[in-house]
């Protein structure tokens, strides 16, 4: 054992100084000789005691080397040193890798102190309540997140409930703000992005809201009448119902028209799209749909048809249907009385060189403004209200028509100028085409 063997070493040292002092002066010459064993002892040791403080407070030199007890207790500070050195290791990978997963986190993370001081933030945080992840560090957030509704849910400290945040430095951005406590008072706050399910949820009131809308006036001009009907006497009534029949049926016709389009678009959003199914030959669907419009138009628009009989279409018939049939339609009832309207169909190039499928409704009506354009596809969406009503339009037309063609794997073009009439082309991709010699 070093250490004894150490100590065995000195009193050695001690006993030889004492037994040559003794030789040389007797008594008084041994005390001598230990006192001076000793102080050399004292000065040796002292000076290698002073190497390895220096060594420790500097430990980039090598350690200094001395005699084997040193060495022993040299040896076992640099183990611990390297096993510091380790663990310290170990420690970092390990808050790395906490980091890494609270970075990873699809919510933002603010770790605060119990004074409400900012500890961490991962980045989404960061995103969500615009701070710094390092400058902010160490600072209120109540002090940097200036919002009053959110410095009101802090100070209350009721946090049962998620607070709904509407950041002001990002319009649009909807924020779910939850806290959890943990530990000594300390907390995180976790803001999880709700901003789509807002847009959905608005979307569905407006939509509820334009329906009611839709069906207020039917409703109230029917039982309007129904009402006055039914004050009348059977004679007067039956004399009254001959003036007022059109008209209802104009209402319930409105109806009927609403539901069957609210119908066709929850029946575009709920099923499945559809795989490339049989061909349809939507040359011969064309030709159909154009004599069932002429035969009700009569002569008040001449409509022109070319569709390539070669050319057919793979996708669900009823909604190729309602593609064609709403795009007519619309043609037919905003151009005025004898103004043409053409319907082709044929293939084309786009403008990335690819071959697609064009189906094309054109007429000479009163065109359309450049900034209604983007929003002709929206549901309820209305240039004219007054002429879509009165022609017996819902404001879904487009709608389900941009539906059923992105089913298709195509889109909706549209070109218009007011004063010059409108084109509206539905393209459909090459993989929907089929080529069909036998064309009729
Ligand atoms: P609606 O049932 O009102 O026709 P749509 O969705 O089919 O609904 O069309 C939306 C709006 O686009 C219409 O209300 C109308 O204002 C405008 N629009 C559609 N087609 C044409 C067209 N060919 N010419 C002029 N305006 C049109």
Known sequence: ??????????????????????????????????????????????????????????????????????????????????????????LEAEVGRFEAAGQAIPDGVVALDPDLRIRWVNRLGARHFRLDPRSDRGNLLTHLVRDPQFSAFMTRGDFAEPLLLHPTHQPGLALQVFVVEFGDAQRLIVSRD???????????????????????????????????????????????????????????????????????????????????????????????????ARAVNGDLHPIHCAADPGLDLRGTPGEIRSIAGNLLNNALRYSPEGSRVEVTWQRATDARGQVVGVLAVRDEGPGIAAEHLPRLTERFYRVDSGRSRDTGGTGLGLAIVKHALTRHGGHLEIESEVGRGSEFRAVFPAERLVSNPTGP
């Open 1 to 90: 054992m070093p250490g004894a063997a150490r100590v065995f070493v000195w009193l050695l040292q001690v006993a030889t100084g004492a037994l040559i002092g003794a030789m040389a002066g007797g008594r008084g010459g041994a005390l001598a000789g230990v006192l001076l064993v000793l102080v050399a002892l004292l000065l040796i040791e002292g000076r290698r005691a002073a190497r390895l403080l220096a060594w420790l407070h500097d430990p980039a030199g090598k350690p200094p080397v001395g005699d084997p007890l040193w060495q022993e207790f040299n040896l076992m500070l640099s183990r611990q040193r390297r096993q510091h050195a380790a663990e310290l290791a170990r």
């Open 194 to 292: 709700v901003s789509d399910r807002e847009q959905v949820e608005r979307m569905r009131r407006d939509f509820v809201a334009n329906v009611s809308h839709e069906l207020r006036t039917p409703i109230t001009v029917v039982s309007g009448f129904v009402e006055t009907l039914a004050e009348l006497d059977p004679d007067e009534a039956t004399a009254a119902l001959a003036n007022v029949l059109p008209l209802l049926q104009k209402q319930m016709k409105r109806m009927q028209s609403l539901v069957a389009d609210l119908l066709t678009l929850a029946r575009l959003e709920s099923t499945p799209e559809p795989p490339p199914m049989k061909p349809v030959d939507l040359p011969a669907l064309l030709t159909g749909m154009v004599a069932d």
